[in-house]
């Protein structure tokens, strides 16, 4: 199926995806791990591994997928790992940006909806919002993915002594983004108790990506592209050597 996709692929979109790929050598940031699918240069399989901030030490895996109309539209960003993050739209959950008409009703574009684990690309690129709180903070709750996430880190911050200059309202919290697969839930997202919801969801998700099923067993992940082999500190340090070693003497 892959090969299919490459043979069909446009010469010219197909050069400019490789061309952009091959870029990643300079501007790639630290912690992030970049594969082309085989065949398919639409699809790029990734891994970030959150070294600071409140998502330390997190590893997590996700994919880029470039529409047809690329660049005029962006990438879409899927993450496989369950992860507890105010712009990722929960993996058991489709949501909508909403837009709010002038009678009330709230309406979606098919652009506009994230498929579960999509990363709300609204407020930029995941760089740096698993390692920096300040970007944290900066989210506005229009561009956020998942709105109970959101809530929960703004709770947690202002324990912290955080202030924010306005916190939303209750109509706010329905007007930015409503849940599709949820239809019977009572209670908005800000009506919630976040106390100590943030803390022990990341936990927990970190926990999780960083057990062995997950990490070499492959449950969870969307595709094998990128592996990991949990391998003894000896062959370890024999893979380190050999590495400085043609560092040192290139061919």
Known sequence: MAS????TLPALRRQHLLAEFAGL??????GVYVALTPGDPNL??????VRDGPY???????????????PKLPPLVTFSTDIFHPLITPLS???????VQSNGTSSATDEERLPPGGFSLRHGFPTCTFD????????????AGNPGAWHAWRTHRIEKGKEFESPPTLDDVTATVTPVTSPGSARKPGEWNWEGVWEERVKKGISTCLSEPVMFGGVGAADDVIRFLNMGEDDLNAIKENLLRTVDHPS
């Open 4 to 7: 299919q996709k490459f043979s």
């Open 25 to 30: 050598k300079q501007v790639c940031p630290d």
């Open 44 to 49: 790029w399989s990734g891994v970030i591994f």
């Open 56 to 70: 330390a030490p997190a590893v997590l895996r996700f994919q880029i997928s470039f529409p047809d109309s690329y």
């Open 93 to 99: 959950t489709y949501m909508y940006s909403t837009d």
């Open 132 to 143: 920096d709180e300040d970007v944290l903070d900066t989210i506005p709750l229009d561009a």
